[in-house]
């Protein structure tokens, strides 16, 4: 787009901005504080004009709409902190995160690509007896809550369309096998059964879900899911911060990508590493 294009758009998006607001030439550049020849300018000229960068963000400020808007660089009509609001939600969760907005988020995507980092294990692949052993101080999820929501992932799960890929850190599936960090006082037989189920899952599951391994020490991640192309969701302890700009999602989906490409455990390897580490429970 040349410029005489970009500057026929401005004129057509201040005009309309300008009738939606109800205002004649006179309050436009009063309340952007310009001269108002310049404004009838910008407004009536034959040979349709830019404004100055600091026109551009006093018009925009005035009208409350953003300035990518008026340009043509952006659909988004509303100013820079409404068009966060429309990107961005806080979302109340239970204290780990699976819920009815994780299944719906789910729901909504079947048939793309679910990116998932937990926070602990995966919920989805967390036996009856360690959902109790977790949930049993709760105060906002009980159990029971928890059961039936992991249940509903697993009914996802089995539908031909699904695609999800899970990273976790080598540590944490280690520090479990080990009862250390937050399951420390889960007796042993628990936990030897929880893997052997896991590994079961995993490779009942595969390829419709991939589990990847990675070293916490090379990597970092905080624990999110990327939801296809809709929406990114990390998880905060209490809330989930979604967002549902493109550029987030991306930069997202391209971090996971990143821990997924450092793991030590990959997709085809993962029932059998889990296997061994539940021979190894003591």
């Known amino acids: 787009m040349d410029k005489r294009e970009r500057a026929e758009i401005f004129k057509q998006r201040l005009t309309d901005a300008v009738g939606r607001a109800g205002w004649s030439q006179t309050r436009l550049a009063q309340s952007a504080g310009l001269d108002r020849s310049t404004v009838s300018q910008l407004l009536l000229a034959e040979e349709p004009r830019l404004p100055s960068g600091q026109a551009l963000a006093e018009i925009a400020a005035a009208l409350q709409v953003s300035s990518d808007w008026l340009l043509g660089l952006s659909?988004?009509?509303?100013?820079?902190?409404?068009?966060?609001d429309q990107a961005v939600q806080m979302t109340e969760a239970a204290r780990h995160p699976v819920d009815e907005q994780v299944l719906k988020w789910n729901a909504e995507v079947l048939g793309a690509k679910i990116r998932h980092v937990p926070a602990g294990l995966p919920d989805i692949f967390k036996t009856d007896e360690?959902?109790?052993?977790?949930y049993?101080?709760?105060?906002?999820?009980?159990?029971?809550?928890?059961?039936?929501?992991?249940?509903?992932?697993?009914?996802?799960?089995?539908?031909?369309?699904?695609d999800m890929e899970i990273a976790v850190p080598v540590q944490t599936l280690e520090s479990f096998a080990a009862g250390e960090?937050?399951?420390?006082?889960?007796?042993?037989?628990?936990?030897?059964?929880?893997?052997?189920?896991?590994?079961?899952?995993?490779?009942?599951?595969?390829?419709?879900?991939?589990?990847?391994?990675f070293d916490a020490r090379e990597l970092y991640s905080v624990p999110f899911s990327v939801?296809?192309?809709?929406?990114?969701?990390?998880?905060?302890?209490?809330r989930y911060l979604a967002f549902t700009a493109p550029t987030y999602i991306r930069l997202m989906a391209r971090h996971?990508?990143?821990?997924?490409?450092?793991?030590?455990?990959?997709?085809?390897?993962?029932?059998?590493?889990?296997?061994?580490?539940a021979r190894r429970v003591r």
């Open 75 to 84: 659909n988004h009509r509303g100013a820079a902190s409404e068009i966060l």
């Open 130 to 134: 360690v959902h109790v052993f977790e």
């Open 136 to 162: 049993e101080t709760a105060v906002r999820r009980t159990p029971q809550q928890a059961i039936s929501d992991s249940a509903a992932q697993i009914a996802l799960l089995r539908r031909l369309e699904t």
């Open 181 to 213: 960090w937050q399951w420390r006082g889960l007796p042993a037989e628990i936990r030897r059964r929880q893997l052997e189920a896991m590994a079961a899952s995993l490779e009942e599951f595969y390829p419709s879900a991939r589990l990847y391994a």
């Open 227 to 238: 939801y296809g192309q809709h929406r990114v969701a990390i998880y905060l302890g209490q």
């Open 256 to 277: 996971f990508d990143d821990l997924v490409r450092s793991a030590s455990v990959h997709g085809h390897e993962a029932a059998a590493w889990v296997a061994d580490l």
